[in-house]
């Protein structure tokens, strides 16, 4: 199970880069280990650096793993899917016409075992959809569409106070964030030059209520306290490619990366006002490489 490696933990988020076809995915851990980071059967190969990293990655001083999605069977339709006591998943596969292949597939947690289970609300959300379009364009050419997006949250107020007549919103008790890719890849030959083009957008976004103590003297109001968010969007452009060099092969290419990221707080009164503090930050980074494999 490829995605089985994505368990690696102990050093900070910004020292790992996780590639999904190219895309960084900022947060692909699970909380509670309930699902495993990426529907497994989707995945084709996955390659894990942890020292030594060939000079196309940019970044990932701890580690690198390159995840690739796996090309969709073009013979027929296949439709499988899964339910259990926690968890419910569902995928398909197959042609679109002569020259087109799908995949596609989704997991969710539910509450439907709770009552086996003991009985309550599961605190857990978690819900995701991976896809991907294959085309062949021609003789050693093709393209290839990879989206992902997932969502996860933890219920914080487990009594679950319900809404209240008296507040100007529905105060949220969860903590929530996920991850979303787009990636579009070009791969070819110019005789014997391979080439790989890769546009991809992925980002994170985060939200986290913060209630005051209900141990002071006074009982806070229902509309105190505050919701803090965080979004990062990234843009990835690269140009992979590689040709024979003798007896070894000679790899090139360049990247341009933008990235941006936003940290927002408002109280609770104020959610949807936009009333409160917000910071964002941006920056534009490009780089060429060389790097001489042998065979």
Same mark, same amino acid.
């Given at each position: 199970?490829?995605?089985?490696?994505?368990?690696?933990?102990?050093?900070?988020?910004?020292?790992?880069?996780?590639?999904?076809?190219?895309?960084?995915?900022?947060?692909?851990?699970?909380?509670?280990?309930?699902?495993?980071?990426?529907?497994?059967?989707?995945?084709?190969?996955?390659?894990?650096?942890?020292?030594?990293?060939?000079?196309?990655? +940019? *970044?990932?001083?701890?580690?690198?793993?390159?995840?690739?999605?796996?090309?969709?069977?073009?013979?027929?339709?296949?439709?499988? *899917?899964?339910?259990?006591?926690?968890?419910?998943?569902?995928?398909?596969?197959?042609?679109?016409?002569?020259?087109?292949?799908?995949?596609?597939?989704?997991?969710?947690?539910?509450?439907?075992?709770?009552?086996?289970?003991?009985?309550?609300?599961?605190?857990?959300?978690?819900?995701?959809?991976?896809? %991907?379009?294959?085309?062949?364009?021609?003789?050693?050419?093709?393209?290839?569409?990879?989206?992902?997006?997932?969502?996860?949250?933890?219920?914080?107020?487990?009594?679950?106070?319900?809404?209240?007549?008296? =507040?100007?919103?529905?105060?949220?008790?969860?903590?929530?964030?996920?991850?979303?890719?787009?990636?579009?890849?070009?791969?070819?030959?110019?005789?014997?030059? =391979?080439?790989?083009?890769?546009?991809?957008?992925?980002?994170?976004?985060?939200?986290?209520?913060?209630?005051?103590?209900?141990?002071?003297?006074?009982?806070?109001?229902?509309?105190?306290?505050?919701?803090?968010?965080?979004?990062?969007?990234?843009?990835?452009?690269?140009?992979?490619?590689?040709?024979?060099?003798?007896?070894? %092969?000679?790899?090139?290419?360049?990247?341009?990366?933008?990235?941006?990221?936003?940290?927002?707080?408002?109280?609770?009164? +104020?959610?949807?006002?936009?009333?409160?503090?917000?910071?964002?930050?941006?920056?534009?980074?490009?780089?060429?490489?060389?790097?001489?494999?042998?065979?």
């Amino acid at each position: 199970d490829p995605s089985d490696v994505l368990f690696m933990r102990g050093s900070t988020t910004d020292l790992k880069l996780v590639l999904l076809d190219g895309a960084p995915i900022f947060t692909p851990f699970h909380l509670g280990g309930l699902l495993s980071s990426f529907d497994a059967s989707a995945l084709g190969a996955a390659a894990l650096h942890t020292g030594g990293a060939p000079a196309r990655y +940019d *970044g990932g001083l701890s580690y690198i793993l390159d995840l690739r999605t796996r090309a969709p069977r073009r013979d027929r339709l296949h439709v499988r *899917g899964g339910f259990d006591l926690i968890s419910g998943n569902i995928a398909a596969e197959g042609p679109i016409g002569r020259r087109v292949g799908f995949t596609a597939s989704s997991r969710s947690l539910h509450d439907y075992g709770a009552a086996i289970l003991g009985g309550g609300h599961t605190p857990y959300g978690y819900r995701d959809a991976l896809g %991907r379009i294959d085309a062949r364009l021609g003789r050693g050419h093709s393209m290839s569409a990879t989206g992902f997006w997932n969502r996860e949250s933890v219920l914080l107020n487990l009594k679950r106070s319900g809404p209240n007549p008296g =507040a100007a919103f529905a105060v949220p008790e969860n903590a929530s964030w996920g991850n979303h890719a787009l990636v579009v890849a070009y791969h070819g030959r110019l005789g014997d030059v =391979a080439l790989d083009a890769t546009a991809s957008a992925s980002g994170y976004q985060a939200e986290l209520p913060l209630r005051p103590s209900q141990d002071g003297p006074t009982p806070p109001a229902v509309n105190d306290g505050l919701h803090a968010g965080a979004e990062t969007d990234r843009l990835r452009l690269a140009l992979d490619g590689s040709a024979p060099l003798g007896r070894s %092969r000679l790899r090139f290419g360049a990247v341009l990366d933008r990235a941006e990221t936003l940290y927002s707080a408002r109280r609770f009164a +104020d959610v949807g006002t936009g009333t409160g503090v917000a910071r964002r930050a941006e920056g534009l980074a490009a780089g060429v490489y060389l790097d001489g494999v042998q065979n």
